[in-house]
RNA sequence: GGUCGAGUGGUGGAAUCGGUAGACACAAUGGACUUAAAAUCCAUCGCCCAUAAACAGGCGUGAGGGUUCAAGUCCCUCCUCGACCA
């Protein structure tokens, strides 16, 4: 008997490797073909392969996307749906280091482990188009589209400050950095000055501002993306110091109020401090700058610290009314945004007002409207100008105007539009990642290596940290790489930095259109007939840099004629996060579920018998409270777990994990199996009739209910759930008739495909049908079918329910009113009371008013 | 502090345009089957009141107010939680 049950574990390899071996989900590359059809291209981000493997997360992001992509393929559309890796990056290289291997003999065993995890899960890929971002044969197009880049003269080098570790002799990123110090090892970090390659990504602000009102994303994200754009107007003004042959700008988007700045600030970093300060004040300026130097930008900013600064003992000279103000220098301003220096209201910004208060600074109130006195609190709404010579009596609005105007025509200003967006630091002093295409001559000058110099590969080299005297780990490679030839015989050095890991993620999405392509990076009838991606899924994390990355690269080539479409994904979903129970001591120490004892709604530690906090927190290896996809794969099977994965509620909501749920997945997916196969002997359900699907009446509007429903909820994405639940109804509904048509079978299996892709195929072909049903078309539903004789009508005294009528389907809105009327629970509620109001919604319910 | 989002049974979650609140599941309880257990099947399952039982009734979507014939849904105030930004 047990033989004969629902064993997904025998079911699921065999059709995984049937859809292999006759490449079930190739989709063909030559464009004659591929214009019969229309196209859908629905893309998951693809995984950086660290060594911990695929977890729930990915689970949560791709199985949406897979089944989407078998519904669209159903309704006889091309359907691009790739798998690929991110495979360069700092935790491959770290583990290289680690267990002294290779980065890439690191990257082949962690991208062999998650190809191996995802092709459980039984996804729809054409696995003829992976890619790996760390293979010659990608980062060499990645190499190619930054020289397109540095020929348009978006790539410079700059001194930038950086993450410096002098235990280690290396550059760390903000994220290894916590406190000043490594998070590994403790050692303390400085910010240094370093020459590094930028990306002019603000270049393009504008644009990447502008086009998200092309996009169908989340307005939410947008939002996001819009304030990381940070577009702000002002205008640029220019002040005098006093004293001094010399004069520095201001950005402001506050005009109005410049009669109201009492003082100016330069950020510590800012090059006319030295020469502006006073004899008298120059030890403690420096001082004040050398400690500046080693806080991050979010604590100079945040709002909860104390204000520091330092007179310089210097005057400006105030545009408008020619008074001079002290200029100071303090952190709370910052180099890399607008100009580096400021001019300070306090009456009208709420940084400015509590420094003005720490060190005494005059505050002027320039806008009446305040509550409170200008004194006690900043007032940063609107109102009317006072205290301002030519502004007084406008309103902020006017008065910006009016002001950029003056300073226009005085020459002391500029309107101007400024961006929070800063240039995108692009290099690292690492070895795993893109080496530049570039050389440097012993003059100095940058030479870019021809097209077909690339790929640049990366060298063999014997430690990866830095040398001795501070130069990238590609510095170690010997002579024969180092040094270069160009085309015109000329020796050069190459560039020994190498790109961030987010460059090969920038284009994989256009790789994929054509992914072994030795002559581009991909054919461009091929990127016309694809682009854009019609529907792109993964974690919130992403939704500022990567996003904003791609945006950006795309609209470069865009430019150069590479790409003919905008923007490179239209649509866009956030998948939720999956949360879990985790148990957490008092000291905040985690504990693994196993290791805990749990009484009502009480945890303690069983050994020790230590009470711990119960919380429901995003899934992850830190809080000890993962589950892993492949041991619910192991119990359960791949079908169970892409159902429950998308049955526990919306794809874009954070819901908990519960075990229970699968089981419940589970006996449903048990359940369809035993509408077709008799558990006892293996052979087809008694019940099932060769009777056309009309024969039980019930079950056919049922499953053109269902039919309705999941081609809706599923087309919606975020309704996957839903469609689930339906499909339960269905099956319900089925176990119960006497006789089951084949032909209803066959076309409910039709629905689970996408959902179920393994149970559906297995029961597809016991019945008998040959090939394979993610290859069958999508079902119509027959509206017909769903109308029925009679229509059930709330009836509603006072807007309470008070019976259901069952009425004929065509009743008019007099018939109901009348049925209504006559029945007696309804006559109960009105009791000779007049009638005021009745409302009849067709279909729906009447509702009389007494 | 700002912006955005969310608060519905014991749990996850359903509920087009304002129109049957709690679909579908999980857990729980009772029953059938079984030597027994598992599995399966059937029943109950928001709270209160009433009852031998049933029919019925009242209250219920974070709190308070409002609009409406009708509010989970719209408006106002507040509380709590989450995400992002500062």
New binding site residues.
């Given amino acids: 008997m047990e033989t004969h049950s629902y064993a997904p574990g025998e079911i699921e390899p065999h059709w995984q490797d049937e859809w292999r071996k006759k490449e079930a989900f190739k989709i063909p590359n030559d464009i004659g073909t591929l214009k019969k059809k229309p196209k859908f291209y629905v893309l998951g981000m693809f995984p950086y392969t660290s060594g911990a493997g695929l977890h729930m997360g990915h689970a949560k992001n791709y199985v949406p996307t897979d089944v989407l992509a078998n519904f669209r393929r159903m309704q006889g559309y091309h359907v691009m749906h790739p798998m690929g890796w991110d495979a360069f990056g700092l935790p491959t290289e770290r583990t290289a280091v680690q267990e002294n291997e290779h980065p890439a003999h690191i990257t082949k065993r962690n991208t062999e482990t998650f190809q191996q995890q995802i092709q459980r899960i039984g996804f729809s890929y054409d696995w003829s188009r992976k890619i790996d971002t760390s293979l010659p044969e990608y980062y060499r197009w990645t190499q190619w589209i930054f020289l397109r880049l540095y020929e348009k003269d978006l790539a410079y080098l700059a001194d930038v400050p950086v993450n410096w570790c002098p235990a280690l002799g290396t550059v760390l990123s903000n994220e290894e950095v916590k406190d000043g110090k490594y998070v590994e090892t403790g050692d303390p970090v400085e910010r240094r000055l370093m020459h590094q390659w930028m990306l002019k990504i603000t270049a393009y602000a504008e644009r990447l501002l502008e086009d998200l009102d092309l996009l169908d994303w989340p307005?939410?994200l947008k939002?996001?993306q819009r304030?990381?754009i940070g577009r702000s107007e002002g205008a640029e003004i220019t002040f005098e110091v006093k004293d001094r042959d010399s004069e520095f700008t201001v950005f402001t988007t506050r005009p109005d109020t410049l009669f109201g700045a009492t003082y100016c600030v330069f950020a510590p970093e800012h090059p006319l401090v030295a020469q502006v300060t006073h004899p008298d004040a120059v030890s403690e300026v420096y001082n004040y700058i050398q400690e500046a130097a080693n806080k991050s930008d979010?604590q100079r900013?945040?709002?909860?610290t104390e204000k520091t600064g330092v007179f310089t003992g210097a005057y400006a000279i105030n545009p408008c009314n020619n008074e001079p103000i002290p200029i100071w220098v303090a952190d709370y301003v910052l180099m890399t945004y607008g100009t580096g220096a400021i001019m300070a209201v306090p009456g009208h910004d709420e940084r400015d007002h509590e420094f003005a208060t720490t060190f005494g600074i005059p505050i002027v109130e320039v806008i009446s409207g305040s509550q409170k006195p200008i004194e006690e609190e900043a007032f940063e709404g609107d109102g009317v100008c006072v205290n301002s010579d030519f502004l007084n009596g406008l309103r902020v609005d006017d008065a910006k105007e009016k002001m950029i105007a003056w300073l226009e025509s005085e020459k002391k200003g500029t309107r101007q539009v400024q961006y929070?967006l800063r240039d995108w630091l692009f290099s690292r002093q690492r070895y795993w990642g893109e080496p530049f295409p570039l050389a440097h001559l012993e003059d100095g000058t940058i030479v870019q290596l021809p097209d077909d110099h690339l790929p640049v590969q990366l060298p063999p080299i014997d430690a990866y940290k830095p040398t001795e005297d501070g130069k990238p780990p590609l510095a170690r490679a010997d002579e024969a790489w180092v040094k270069v030839k160009l085309p015109d015989g000329r020796i050069a050095t190459r560039e020994t930095n190498i790109m961030p890991q987010w460059a090969g993620s920038c284009w994989y999405y256009l790789r994929f259109l054509d992914a072994h392509n030795t002559d581009a990076p991909f054919d461009s009838a091929l990127e016309r007939y694809w682009m854009p991606v019609d529907l792109y899924m993964g974690g919130?994390?992403h939704?500022?840099l990567h996003l904003l990355y791609a945006r950006f690269w795309h609209k470069v080539l865009y430019d150069c004629g590479l790409v003919f479409t905008k923007e490179p994904f239209q649509g866009l979903l956030n998948q939720g996060t999956i949360l879990a129970e985790s148990f957490q001591d008092d000291a905040g120490k985690y504990y693994y579920p196993h290791e805990v004892e749990r009484n009502d709604d009480k945890a303690v530690v069983k050994t020790s018998g230590k009470p711990l906090h119960v919380q429901l927190e995003k899934m992850s290896k830190s809080r000890f409270n993962v589950i892993n996809p492949n041991d619910v794969i192991d119990n359960y099977g791949a079908d169970a777990l892409r159902l429950y994965l998308l049955?526990?509620?919306?794809v874009t909501?954070?819901?908990?994990w519960?075990d229970?749920?699968v089981?419940?997945?589970y006996?449903?997916l048990?359940?369809v199996w035993r509408l077709v196969v008799d558990e006892q002997n293996g052979e087809l359900n008694e019940k099932l009739t060769a009777a056309a699907g009309t024969t039980e009446p019930e079950l056919w509007r049922e499953l053109h209910k269902t039919i309705k429903q999941v081609t809706e909820d599923t087309e919606s994405i975020d309704?996957m759930?839903?469609a689930?639940?339906q499909m339960?109804?269905f099956v319900?509904t089925a176990?119960?008739v006497k006789s089951l048509p084949t032909e209803t079978v066959k076309i409910f299996l039709h629905l689970l495909a996408p959902y179920a892709p393994h149970i559906a195929q297995e029961l597809w072909h016991r019945l008998s049908e040959a090939g394979f049903i993610a290859h069958a078309a999508w079902p119509q539903y027959d509206e017909s079918v769903l109308e029925s004789a009679t229509i059930?009508i709330?009836a509603?005294v006072?807007?309470?329910?008070?019976n259901?009528l069952q009425l004929p389907a065509d009743a008019t809105d007099k018939e109901i009113e009348e049925a209504a009327l006559a029945d007696e629970?309804v006559q109960r509620?009105i009791e000779g009371k007049p009638i005021r109001?009745v409302?009849v919604?067709p279909n729906?319910?009447i509702?009389i008013?007494v």
């Fill in positions: 307005d939410g939002e996001m304030h990381w979010l900013t945040d709002l909860a929070r919130t994390e939704a500022v049955f526990i509620g919306p909501a954070s819901t908990p519960q229970a749920g089981e419940g997945v006996r449903f048990q359940r309704k759930n839903t689930i639940s339960m109804i319900n176990t119960q059930t709330i509603q006072n807007g309470k329910l008070r259901r629970r509620f109001k409302i919604v729906r319910l509702n008013v």
